[in-house]
């Protein structure tokens, strides 16, 4: 089994770690791989060869980096590429999902919100994947279990989907205690690729593993609402009050912005 971790962002879009801060990062979090999500928008033919002659030149035996984008759609749908690395013309979601799928990538829609869940069931191309667990989104404490059940939904039509558990790193003060341990020999680029697309991996947070079928017992996904629900008011609460003190001319200062991302 090798631990690494899924959904990441650097400096080559917004992030705020170079892809050599993540990478001592990860190694000292015991990771063998990271995959790399950095925004499409971000890139030009030359940044994108650059982005990914510096994710080959960092990757050794220790930890491998795997290349890939994140996609902005129509109605401002996200759609992962774990080893994409082809720019789209289009924004529009199915067109982007075969994109992704044609380029041997791995199609996984990010934090889906919960008004587009119709939406996404009247797709008829459907991605490799739904981020059930996105840690930065969702918070560390807990997902939500209406995309579970929207996973399985999906599953009914394509039984292949996979559940997928992302941190969609961004900031150096963020929450980065998910990870995915995948069951393969080698961290190469290509073996991590296929054990993500043959569901060969589970999401990890602390002693709590989940499966890559996104199928969780009841009691867990009571146990998931319950936390969600009131880490999820809690921080409604906080940006009521930013909002608030925003409206009165208040800054908030950014070291209480950096504890609360650590915090959530």
Known sequence: MLKGAIHIHSTYSDGEF???ELREIFLTEGCTFICMTDHAE??????LRAY????????DQQLHFVAGMEYTCDQRMHILGYGATTLAESKDAQTVINHIDAQGAISVIAHPRDESFDWIES???LPQGIETWNSKYDGRYAPRPATFALLQRLRGRQPAMHAFYGQDLHWKKQFRGLFVQADCD????S?????????AYWGQKGELELPSS????????AQFSSTHERSHRLWQLLKEGKKTLDRIGIKVPESLKTQLRRIF
């Open 18 to 20: 170079t892809l050599a």
């Open 42 to 47: 971000y890139f030009d033919q030359d940044k």
């Open 52 to 59: 990914q002659k510096e994710c080959q030149s960092l990757s």
């Open 123 to 125: 797709f008829e191309a």
């Open 186 to 189: 080698y961290a190469e680029p």
């Open 191 to 199: 073996h991590i690729l296929a054990a993500l697309a043959s569901g």
């Open 214 to 221: 996104g199928v969780l017992p009841e009691e867990m996904l």
